[in-house]
């Protein structure tokens, strides 16, 4: 018996209740690498993370350590950051 694609994301997505993981709240549609294929990450579904699109493309072939520096410092800096709402970031800034 063989497992399909659409099986294996379906089964991903509901175990994080269809919500991006990287914690912004929003729904999650797609799957991200989150060691990017482009880095030597695999197709593993212990690399694979449901997310939205804007968390997704904000992080690019970045980890997600580097990613969350990345925007850890941005906030730091004051600058906009793409995956937050300004709500979530006066929440940060408090």
Same mark, same amino acid.
């Given at each position: ?24 709240? +929003?729904? #999650?549609?797609? *799957?991200?690498?989150?060691? /990017?294929?482009?880095?030597?990450? $695999?197709?593993?579904? @212990?690399?694979? !993370? ?19 520096? +990345?925007? #850890?410092?941005? *906030?730091?800096?004051?600058? /906009?950051?793409?995956?937050?709402? $300004?709500?979530?970031? @006066?929440?940060? !800034?408090?």
């Amino acid at each position: 018996m063989s497992v399909r694609p659409a099986e294996v994301k379906a089964r991903l997505f509901d175990q994080v209740g269809g919500r991006c993981v990287y914690g912004c709240g +929003r729904a #999650a549609d797609h *799957l991200d690498h989150v060691m /990017p294929k482009s880095r030597g990450g $695999s197709n593993a579904l @212990a690399n694979l !993370a449901p997310c939205c699109t804007v968390c997704g493309t904000s992080k690019g072939s970045l980890t997600v350590v580097e990613w969350v520096t +990345r925007m #850890a410092v941005e *906030l730091a800096a004051g600058l /906009p950051v793409a995956v937050l709402s $300004s709500v979530e970031v @006066a929440q940060v !800034a408090a």
